[in-house]
Structure formats: structure tokens, C-alpha cells
């Protein structure tokens, strides 16, 4: 499995996509950094780009990539190897140069304006692993979409669906239902359905830890009371690996039970 | 005839029972040695120079219109027993003492310095340390409080008092005082006529200013920041509200301003910055906006309800998260001529207006205000969309509230 991993992960070193990739977020720490010159302010705006841009890049980057190297896995199924190896190889190849990259980009910026001695380093670390969270899970969505469509075109209209779906949509239709529903309580609705969506839950727990909390009122201390506490980001953090495992475990399943 | 001896004994007597003051000495060493000492020596009109030292009492009872002079600030220990210094009589001047200790009671606001139904006082360059009520004043009229300091170190709302208090007191001047640390830093209950002037109210628990039922006062130039809830203001008529700066009160409940019942009052000029809420408006008529500065806040407006017939021109909207916030489809209130950090639209003509109106209450505002558990999708992605659709074709926010002729620069820096 390792040997299939560093391939992978080399593979994808040499591909130069994880450069543009870590360029990109170079470019973003250093530009956003510039303009504001105030690391918790940054944070704040980062926030914005990175729940909505990892996600993304971590589904399409994933899908292409299984694609991709579609060839490559059929004749390393042909090798005595184990199917779970296989996958589970090139799935962490993926997601650990995507998630460096991100991590490397961004942390890089920030340290050299200063994040070490200031403040906010605690925020920009949750959100770093918010950030490698969601590279996480939706490549491994990505992963299970891809294998389970031959059809190119449908893999890749199905997991920009799914993220659609879940950065956008979902949204809707938890808005929708609090509007309807405004006469019952709320809190408890709002606290599950947040934490069942892995996009609306990084956005919460780095919303609660910044100043702009305090918009949020009488919910936001609803909110706080939860995530605030250790059981509540313990809580989160184990959704967010329950997120990352169930698409990982059923596409080791897919896998092998597929017919190649 | 009288004679003439006679009439110089008379001018004599003047001169040295009335029109001429004497000074008194109160030190530690002197004749007199407590302050209440030098205040039963003296006769009116007299000073009681008060040298360095430390003086433990309290209940000292000014009756005579005196003037309390302290040389190098000496100290006035109550030594948490009760009230320190209470005025009754008109004419008095304290100067330059440094009061600690007064005792905490919760039947009695024990304070510093209390003035009682006298007129003309002067309080200056006094210094309050570990106070219950700082400066107290109650039914006095026209005095004046000039450059006090009000150091406290209240905890809990329930067993602290007011820095600098005036209740029924008319024709009050309140200028260059530092007040912290205190319940509300200045407190109004039925005072009119009284000029709040450059003071700076900061860090106390619940406000920085809080006034009830004064009318015609006039604040210039005040400082308040990061008081537990800001400053209320409420009940009162013809308030004129100038240049000042409303600083950093962040947190849930906590706003640069709320207005209560205000009638015809004037804000012209005032800077918010960085509060939850700018300024929260209630029941509020007939007053002008302009000239204000809103900078970085959550909310710079907040309107909740029975609001006509307000003008807002020439405000500078800037950064805020939301700009303003409705919660009613009617609107009485005129925006016209502000700078809207959010506005997007065009001049093509360049004459410095822009062409298209700004809609400033976004439709995620409307939302919250509706239903105000869906503030948990802020900085989500779909806010950002629908909020961009009813800018481009309003649906729910109230349609005849926009500002027509948005300026395209700020209206001054």
C-alpha cells in the first residue's frame, strides 16, 4: 500500500498540478496578506475561500486523477497486490499532495507575516485542519463517484453535483426548513443539520472562534455552548473523521467487489 | 448720623467675617487636622487648603459655600464606611483630591461626592479610586464637573455604581472627565440642559452612557469604548449628538448606541467602529443622521419598528457586514446622498453621484430578522447567491427603501 501511495504521491509531484496547486494558495496567503496586513482579518477571508475552493479543487482534482490513471490500476490489478492496497493508495496519494499543498501554501505566508507571535495562530491551525479535512473527504467522495461511473462525463457531472450540493444546496433547503419551521425550537435542528454537512461545519467551527461570533446572538450561544466546549469539537472532530472514513470504506467495498 | 469709627468697625467686621475669604490649612500637623475639622473652622467663602496627606474619613458634610483645595493630591480614605463628601450648600468648589474607599451598601448609593439641592459647584481635578458612585448629583443645578478621574474596579453589575450620576440636575456641565471600570460611566435620570463635553467613558460594565428622560442635552466630542453594552440612550427629546466616537463594543447583546423613544434629536458627525450593532433605533422620530462615520461594525443600523420620518445623508457605510437592517416592509425614512462601501454602481455622467440606487438592507438581513436562527448560515456560499438576486431584482426587502443618489466617494474622510 505504501509503495502505491509514495507512487501516486510522486507521480502527482511530477505532474506539476500539486505546484500550480501550491502556487495558487502561495500566491492567495501572500496577496490576501499584502491587501490586509492583519493575520486575524486574513483568517476571516480565507475562511470564505477555503471552505468553498478546497472542496471543490479536492472533487475535480480527485475524479480527474482517477481517471487518469485508469490504466495504471488496471495493470496493477493484474499483480498480486490487494485491491484495498491499491485504492487505498492512490486515494491517500492524492488527498496527502493535495492537503501539503494547501498546507505548505498557505502556512508558508502566514508564518512569514508574522502568524508564530500573533494571536490568531490557533484559528489559522483549526482552520488548516478544517482545510485538510475537506481535501480529505471530497476526494474521497470524488474517488467513489469516479469508480462507480465508467462514463467520464457523468463522474464528473455527478461530484460537482455533489458539491454543489453540499456548499450550495444544502443551504438552501436548511434555510428553507428553518423558515418553515420558525414557530418550533430550533437550536437542536440547527445543531444537527450543521453538523451533518462537513462544509457547514468547518464554517461554524471557525465562525465560533473568530470575533465575528458575536454576530451570531442568541443562536451563536446555543452554538458556542456546543462546539465551545471540549465535548463539542470532539464531537465535530469525530464527524468530520466519520466523514472522511465512510466514503474511504465504501470505496474499498465498491472496489472490490467491482468486475474490471 | 453714624460715626465714622463706627463705620469702620462695620467695614472691618465685612472684611473679615464675609468679603474677604481666609484660607485654612488642614495637614496632619495643623489646628486643623481632618477635614471635617477645617469645614467646622471655616466661615463662608473660606479655602481649606488641603496638603498631602492621608485623611481617613468619611461622612464629611460640606455646609458652607467653601472651596476644598488639595495641594499634591491628598487622599480621602472612607475606609469602606459609607458616603465620603456630601454637599449641601451652594457655591462650593472641590479641587484636586484623591478619594478611595467608599463603602458599598445596597440600600443607600453611597457615593465620593454627593451635591444635595445646591447650585453653582464646582468639582475638578478630583481623582476616584475604588468607588461604589463616583460623583453624585442630585437635584443641583448649574454646575459644573471638569477633568475627574474615575478609576473603578466593578465585577458584578448588582453591587457596583455609577462613575459620574445626575438625577434631576439641570444646566450640568460634564467635560473632560476619564471614566472605567464603573457600572455606567455617566449615568442621566431627568437632567436638562446639561453638556456632556470630550470625556471618555471606557471599559465599564454595562454603559458608557446611559440617560433617561433629559431632554435638550447636547454630547460633543465623548469617547466610548468597550463598555459592556455601549451607550443607551432613552425617553428623551431633542438630544444633540456631535463628533463622537462609539469604539468597540463587541459582543451579543452589546451595541455603539441604542436609541429608545428618541424624538427630534440630532447625530451628526459621530463615529462607529467595530461595535456588534452601530445603532440599534427603537421607537425612534424625526431624527437627522448625518455626517457619521460607520466603520467595520456587524450591523450599522438596526431598525426595529415605529421608526418615521428619520433622515440619513451624507454617512459614510463602511465594511460593515450589514449595512441595515429592517425588520418591517414599510419605510418612512429617507436615505439619501451616503457612501456605501458595497455599492457597485456606475457615474457616467461624473458628477460624483452614482447612477444606479443602493439597496442597503440585503436580503439575508431581512432573513435574520424573520428568523433569526438562520444567522448560522453566515459566510455561507448560498447567502452570498441570493443575497446578489435580490440585489438584482428586490422581491422581499422593503422595495421603496434605497438611497438614490449614492455617492461615489466618501462624503468626507
Known amino acids: 500500500m505504501f509503495k502505491i501511495l509514495k507512487y501516486s504521491f510522486y507521480d502527482l509531484m511530477r505532474s506539476s498540478w500539486s505546484y500550480v496547486y501550491f502556487l495558487f494558495y502561495l500566491a492567495l496567503g501572500f496577496v490576501l496578506l499584502f491587501l490586509n496586513n492583519d493575520v486575524s482579518k486574513a483568517v476571516i477571508t480565507l475562511m470564505n475561500i477555503i471552505i468553498v475552493l478546497v472542496p471543490l479543487i479536492g472533487t475535480i482534482f480527485g475524479v480527474m486523477y482517477f481517471y487518469n490513471s485508469k490504466e495504471f490500476t488496471e495493470l496493477l490489478l493484474a499483480q498480486p497486490i490487494k485491491r484495498s492496497s491499491i485504492f487505498l493508495g492512490q486515494y491517500l496519494g492524492v488527498a496527502f499532495s493535495l492537503t501539503l499543498s494547501l498546507l505548505l501554501g498557505l502556512g508558508i505566508p502566514f508564518v512569514i507575516y508574522g502568524l508564530l507571535e500573533s494571536t490568531a495562530i490557533f484559528d489559522f491551525t483549526l482552520l488548516l485542519v478544517n482545510g485538510a479535512f475537506l481535501t480529505l473527504i471530497f476526494t474521497a467522495l470524488s474517488f467513489n463517484i469516479a469508480l462507480v461511473n465508467e462514463n467520464k462525463i457523468k463522474g464528473f457531472g455527478y461530484s460537482i453535483l455533489v458539491w454543489l450540493f453540499l456548499a450550495v444546496i444544502y443551504d438552501g433547503l436548511f434555510l428553507m426548513s428553518l423558515i418553515v419551521f420558525e414557530e418550533y425550537p430550533l437550536d437542536t435542528f440547527s445543531l444537527v443539520a450543521t453538523l451533518l454537512n462537513p462544509i457547514d461545519l468547518s464554517r461554524t467551527l471557525i465562525l465560533l472562534k473568530l470575533d465575528i461570533s458575536a454576530l451570531l446572538g442568541y443562536t451563536g450561544a446555543v452554538f458556542k455552548n456546543f462546539f465551545g466546549t471540549n465535548q463539542g469539537l470532539i464531537i465535530s472532530l469525530f464527524t468530520l473523521i466519520l466523514w472522511t472514513f465512510l466514503p474511504v470504506w465504501r470505496l474499498l467495498f465498491k472496489a472490490k467487489r467491482k468486475d474490471f | ?413
Open chain 2, 1 to 413: 448720623m453714624i460715626s465714622l469709627r463706627t463705620l469702620v468697625s462695620l467695614i472691618c467686621f465685612l472684611l473679615t467675617n464675609g468679603l474677604i475669604a481666609n484660607t485654612i490649612l488642614v495637614c496632619n500637623s495643623c489646628k486643623a487636622n481632618s477635614v471635617k475639622k477645617g469645614i467646622a473652622l471655616a466661615s463662608d467663602f473660606d479655602t481649606l487648603l488641603i496638603k498631602k496627606g492621608i485623611y481617613k474619613e468619611f461622612n464629611i458634610v460640606v455646609d458652607k459655600p467653601l472651596t476644598l483645595k488639595g495641594e499634591g493630591f491628598p487622599v480621602v480614605d472612607g475606609e469602606d464606611k459609607g458616603e465620603i463628601i456630601r454637599i449641601v450648600a451652594d457655591n462650593v468648589t472641590i479641587d484636586g483630591l484623591f478619594i478611595v474607599n467608599v463603602g458599598t451598601s445596597y440600600t443607600s448609593d453611597y457615593a465620593a461626592i454627593r451635591v444635595v439641592k445646591s447650585k453653582n459647584f464646582l468639582i475638578q481635578n478630583v481623582v476616584l479610586e475604588k468607588l461604589f458612585f463616583g460623583i453624585y448629583i442630585e437635584k443641583s443645578n448649574h454646575g459644573r464637573i471638569y477633568h475627574n478621574k474615575i478609576i473603578g474596579d466593578a465585577k458584578d453589575e448588582y453591587n457596583s455604581g455609577n462613575g459620574i450620576q445626575l438625577w434631576y440636575s439641570n444646566h450640568v456641565e460634564v467635560e473632560r472627565n476619564i471614566v472605567q471600570g464603573v457600572r455606567d460611566g455617566i449615568y442621566l435620570e431627568f437632567s436638562d440642559e446639561v453638556l456632556i463635553k470630550d470625556n471618555a467613558s471606557t471599559n465599564n460594565l454595562r454603559y458608557g452612557l446611559h440617560f433617561m428622560f433629559s431632554n435638550d442635552d447636547v454630547y460633543t466630542n465623548n469617547i466610548f469604548e468597550n463598555n459592556g453594552a455601549g451607550v443607551a440612550v432613552m425617553f428623551s427629546k431633542r438630544i444633540k449628538m456631535y463628533d463622537n466616537t462609539f469604539r468597540k463594543n463587541w459582543g451579543t447583546a452589546a451595541y455603539g448606541m441604542l436609541l429608545k423613544e428618541i424624538n427630534d434629536a440630532e447625530i451628526f458627525n459621530n463615529t462607529f467602529e467595530e461595535n456588534t450593532i452601530g445603532i440599534n433605533i427603537e421607537g425612534s422620530n424625526r431624527i437627522v443622521y448625518k455626517g457619521n462615520d460607520f466603520k467595520n461594525n456587524g450591523w450599522a443600523i438596526k431598525v426595529l419598528g415605529a421608526c418615521y420620518s428619520n433622515t440619513f445623508t451624507q454617512n459614510n457605510f463602511l465594511y460593515n457586514s450589514f449595512d441595515i437592517s429592517y425588520n418591517s416592509r414599510l419605510n418612512d425614512n429617507v436615505f439619501d446622498k451616503n457612501f456605501w462601501s458595497d455599492y457597485t454602481g456606475y457615474d457616467l455622467n461624473n458628477d460624483g453621484i452614482g447612477d444606479v440606487p443602493y439597496r442597503p438592507v440585503k436580503l439575508f438581513s431581512y432573513i435574520v430578522n424573520r428568523t433569526p436562527e438562520t444567522i448560522v448560515l453566515l459566510r455561507s456560499l448560498f447567502m452570498d447567491i441570493i443575497d446578489f438576486s435580490e440585489k438584482v431584482s428586490p422581491v422581499f426587502t422593503p422595495d421603496n427603501l434605497f438611497d438614490t443618489n449614492p455617492l461615489m466617494k466618501k462624503s468626507h474622510d
